[in-house]
């Protein structure tokens, strides 16, 4: 179905299912750990050997010699794969860096090798008896050096632009009463979701099949056929449960290609779960930015000029982190510039973790409004709101693809220099906010509100993350017991897709939810939008919808009902005098129907994106300058909420870990010999139960007819945008204290604080 | 320091007291500093912690190879006796999911420091991932297949569902585990940090069960709705 005409009235709208806050449909599997992981997939393929992966000793330089003598003499050994014996590999679609390196090496941590074995253990006492001789060479790890030598990006995640501009900030800087201009810092940070980089992989003859952990199950099949060499229709990636991504599962990682050399080598299948203390270092990471923002403004608060910049790295012919791209898109004002400038860098690869650009972008550029506000004698609330606008104010001629996957044709669209937002509630979210935080209590000299020992603040930050969409597809059966099952390559990373995709199918097909069976990540299925970008809710459910459709019309055509005119409802369809169930319907045969969401230029017409507002209240110790985090509401306005439980789920997670860049994440980079020294989840730290107090989601009542047939927009990755700025402005509120360099850890507050009253 | 041995052909954290300031050097893996970084370094930062059996200046010489010494090790688990013979080195997690095939509990870290394998023996949790398999002779381990099934749900089970304490569901088998042992610990009055009087009966307030709950990490950020399951099944319990 191609979606390129604003939605109209269709069956979703009953909200007999879809919209309710229900309880995952995969939740028993869950709590039971009966969930299969990919690491746990003792059913699938017997006689499983065990792979542990060698990671690189040095950042940059050559192998020069490896001696694999002791190693492969070593008990349950069965093979060991480097790239010396590897046969010939190419390089992902996806991947910056080689899966495998030797005898050059682009990073730290990079595999080298993989050691194959009867048991764990062997294999791990035998990968410890490798040993490796290097030539290191000298390498570029210091972004704040390689500042001056970062250069335009030639290539931008979506393939929009590095720069754009719109009148003469130059001269409308220069010529505004009230003028900001502060450089900020944000941290390196490490995805860490729970479950590591997993993989069983297993040949029949040219066959390869793996049961793996990834985001992006045709962008992992693709990968996996363009490295090996091999045709992707040899290749079959199932991933059904997948332990966390936040964008370090979207590619096709060293695990499963370690696995599936491995399997070669061995002739057995081969199970490899990456180290957890490779894994900040040997996967992706989120970029490290440099960001200078300059506003000005009149003397009553509107914005005449604004500029953003951000300085970024990554390996040689990678991408910048986009953080300068929402200010295109969030506040108004004539005259304004943003430009991304990527430095090459020698860290391992960086790339997309939760809002890419948007979550540091909107973490500086937040503080940024908080302190003009400050500047002009504004509420900040009002600031923003003063400065809201219902059109874009700098949509560049060539402006960032929609698609997130690139792949859609370069549409002959006229170019809309301020197209309108699809739906824009912003105001609404902030003023509701306020009226739940009790944002009138806030005072606004900062430092005068004491608990105890605590210094008092609160802090508020607009969220914004735009709405992407892409083609996703899907199969649907109805079967003899009148039993729906939806086929799809969707994944459910913890977003809750097999229970939106569940609610869709039965809202669409008329039957309860007890009668939808959801099957995903398997590459056997049709392709879907994948989990990213917080694309994947609407566009899978969409695609699912469609599917949908079909079915509904396979079925009306097998009765000789008048197309269209049937009535899904209690797993029956009736028309006119007729009602039969789907049951019968089916037959013994059954119907199956398959189709996919596709979009026209409604994107283009319409600005599409997710709104919100977050506030929080944070206590700092006097003494110490610990912050605690005391409160904390979002409130969202993002289209269709398909279901407020999980949903909400999405939003609390995205605000814990904003929590977690504003206190305490980052990846310490050692700038001599090039690596994250704090590569495990006890040096890196992330928030615990401690660090969050219950937290608070409103999201509006919205639909966006715009979006798709589902009405719906992303929510996932909305919830961190803005949540550092928001704690960052707090941590001022209480303590008069403006720190520009996340995380805002003790140590930058405690020489300023003021006297302990 | 952290765990065993497999840190020890990558030793990340050693100290170097060197630079990469030469165009070229010579690298072993083994430390992943150069003699010179090794001889500067000395004895006292790096050798004692990095190095047991390896000291540069030598000619590495290879380590004599073992067989996998084995061991008998009875463990009953959820309530029935299994009788495993082990690679001494095996982890208790490792007996549990490669071995019984209990693969409920989960393999976050391998380190001991996310809580995804908490499991309860004896009554107490523990991350097995820190513990071998054969220090566990005759003990009694509950996993979170021990708790309930899919058909028959523990009540904290049922309590992460309705109140969605979970995501992506990787931690949760440790979240429950460590919570319902927790439940236990408080009613036998075992303190913690967050008590004001360790010597007073703990009551499950908010801050006491963030704080006792806080070696199970949820990277998904559930924390909220783990709080709420928790504290809905406590009101039952406790």
Known sequence: MKFDKPATDNPIDQLKVVGKPVDRVDGRLKTTGTAPYAYERHDVVPNQAYGYIVGSAISKGRIVSMDLTAAKAAPGVLAIVTAKNAGKLGKGNFNTAPLLGGPEISHYHQAIGVVVAETFEQARAAANLVRVEYKRTKGAFDLEAMKDKAEPAKSIAGGGTSDSKVGDFAKGFANAPVQFDATYRTAYESHCMMEPHATIASWQDDQL????????????????????????????????????????????????????????????????????????????????????????????????????????????????????MQTRSLYAGADRMTAHRLAVLDLPEANAMRAPGEAPGLAVLEIVMDEMAEKLGMDPIEFRILNDTQVVPDNPSKPQSSDPQSKKPEQQTKHIPHPPFSKRQLVE????????????????????????????????????????????????????????????????????????????????????????????????????????????????????????????????????????????????????????????????????????????????????????????????????????????????????????????????????????????????????????????????????????????????????????????????????????????????????????????????????????? | MRTGGEHMSNPEDCELKGGASEESEIVHNDTGITRREFIIAGTATVAATMLPTLAYGQTPQQPKLVQPQMAKVALKVNGTSHELELDTRTTLLDALREHLRLTGSKKGCDQGQCGACTVIVNGRRINSCLTLAAMHQGDSVTTIEGLGTPDNLHPMQQAFVKCDGYQCGYCTAGQICSAVAMLNEIKAGIPSHAMADITAQPKLTGAELRERMSGNICRCGAYSNIAEAITEIAGRTV
């Open chain 1, 209 to 324: 099949t793996f049961w793996t952990s990834n985001q992006m199950i045709a962008w992992a099949v693709g990968d996996m056929a363009e490295t090996l060499g091999i045709p992707k229709e040899k290749v079959r990636a199932i991933s059904p449960f997948i332990g966390g991504g936040f964008g370090g599962k979207l590619f096709l990682r060293a695990d499963a290609l370690m696995a599936a050399l491995g399997a070669r080598a061995a002739r057995r299948p081969v199970k490899v779960t990456l180290q957890r203390a490779l894994m900040p270092n040997n996967t992706t990471h989120r970029a490290a930015t440099i960001q200078r923002v300059r506003i000005g403004a009149t003397k009553d608060g509107k914005i005449t000029a604004i500029a953003h910049e951000s300085w970024s790295g990554d390996q040689p012919g990678g991408k910048p982190e986009t953080a300068a």
């Open chain 1, 429 to 757: 979210c902030l003023r509701l906010g306020a009226k739940r935080f009790g944002w009138e209590k806030r005072n606004p000299q900062p430092a005068k509100v004491r608990d105890g020992k605590w210094l008092v603040g609160i802090g508020v930050a607009a969220a914004f993350r735009d709405n992407l969409l892409t083609k996703s597809a899907a199969r649907v059966r109805l079967d003899k017991r009148g039993v729906v099952t939806v086929e799809t390559d969707m994944t459910d990373i913890g977003t809750g897709s097999y229970t939106i995709i569940a609610q869709t199918a039965a809202e669409m097909m008329g039957v309860p939810l007890d009668k939808v069976v959801v099957r995903l990540g398997d590459s056997s299925f049709p392709v879907s939008c994948g989990s990213g970008g917080q694309w994947g809710g609407n566009n899978s459910t969409a695609g699912v919808y469609s599917a949908c459709v079909k079915l509904r019309q396979a079925v009306e055509e097998k009765l000789g009902l008048e197309a269209g005119q049937g009535v899904f409802a209690d797993g029956h369809v009736r028309s006119g005098s007729r009602n039969v169930s789907l049951a019968e319907a089916a037959g013994d045969q059954g119907l199956v129907a398959e189709d996919f969401i596709e979009y026209g230029d409604l994107d283009k017409q319409f600005h599409q994106s997710t709104f919100g507002a977050h506030f929080v209240e944070v206590a700092v110790d006097s003494f110490t300058g610990e912050t605690r985090v005391r409160r904390m509401l979002a409130v969202c306005a993002c289209g269709r909420i398909l279901n407020p439980k999980t949903a909400r789920s999405q939003v609390i997670g995205a605000m814990t870990m904003g929590v977690g860049a504003a206190l305490m994440e980052e990846l310490a980079v050692d700038k001599r010999i090039g690596y994250f020294v704090n590569h495990d989840l006890a040096t890196y730290e992330v928030p615990v139960h401690a660090d969050l107090p219950p937290q608070e989601v409103i999201f509006l009542d919205e639909t966006d007819p715009i979006s798709s047939p589902m009405k719906a927009k992303g929510v996932a990755e909305l919830g961190i945008c803005g949540v550092a700025a928001a704690v960052a402005n707090a941590i001022y509120n209480a303590t008069g204290i403006r720190v520009r360099n996340y995380p805002i850890t003790l140590d930058k507050l405690i020489d300023r604080l003021p006297e302990p009253a």
